[in-house]
């Protein structure tokens, strides 16, 4: 194939992964690769789409070819690496990625992902390291800041963990990061609720949604619970009393706790057997019970 046409076909299958299209990318670059048995960059293209298609045994041999003919390119044992960790060869990624670290010690991606794998193994002070090591190198990389969000977690770093995930939650991130980021948050909200007992405030909440669905249609309940819901996916945030929201179907402003008190309350009242995600059981009996004994019926 002429260098021009082998360079052309080469820039087309690389703007088709980019744009994710890997299964339209993967003939042209496996006719480039039989073309060019020599070219490592175009193998390092192909091994990295097999593995994001998730033929991991195709990808992990292509790659491992990356290495031997460019033993001093770090990117061929990073891309190995990610491989053999999504095969589950946790032990053999470790070593793919330490060997890129040894080539170029601030490799960002080589730096996440070896984090990455160490937190699966459950080495989550090593893993911050290594995740605080890639944020040093690229300051926005989102999943570094996850990673780190994740790891503090584990540990019990709740606000450290927090204060990550509201850091990748300003960014611009993928969707599936940003919805992995947000459950991430509403778990650590849940465990700050049963770490801290009884929350007052949530009780006094839960009553005035009581006291205000009260003398509402079950439409206007729907309403506020559809807002909220639609709200709460870019995040409700329900420690800072400070940050307030505007409803269109509620009056006035509210804190993110109170909010989701009115969705506690609002789906207790149109299906019991919803779960949100949070476990305000406790609190919603303690104001249902105030709420009754003012001779009122939920």
Known sequence: MPTRSKKAELEKALKLLAKGHHLQARPILERLAQENPGDYVILHNLGMCYSDLGLLDEAIQTLAKVTQLAPNFPDGYVALGVAQARAGRKEDAIASFTKALELDPRHPHALRNLGGV????????????????????????????????????????????????????????????????????????????????????????????????????????????????????????????????????????????????????????????VDIGFDLSREYAAALALFQSRGKDA
């Open 118 to 273: 160490l937190a699966e193994m459950g080495q989550y002070a090593e893993a911050i390291k290594l995740f605080q090591q890639a944020l040093d190198v690229n300051p926005e990389d989102p999943r570094a800041l996850y990673g780190l969000a994740a790891a503090h977690k584990a540990l019990g770093n709740l606000a450290e963990a927090d204060r990550y995930l509201k850091r990748l939650l300003a960014s611009e991130v993928l969707p599936e990061l940003r919805e992995r980021a947000k459950d991430l948050r509403r778990e650590i909200a849940e465990i700050e609720f049963k770490k801290h007992g009884l929350r007052m405030d949530a009780v006094w909440y839960c009553l005035e949604a009581l006291e205000y669905f009260a003398s509402k249609p079950l439409d206007t309940v729907r309403r506020v619970v559809y807002e909220i819901a639609l709200l709460g996916r870019e995040g409700l945030d329900i420690h800072n009393p400070e940050r307030q929201y505007r409803l269109t179907s509620l009056p006035g402003t509210h804190s993110g706790l109170e909010l989701l008190c009115y969705l506690y309350v609002g789906i207790a009242k149109l299906d019991p057997t």
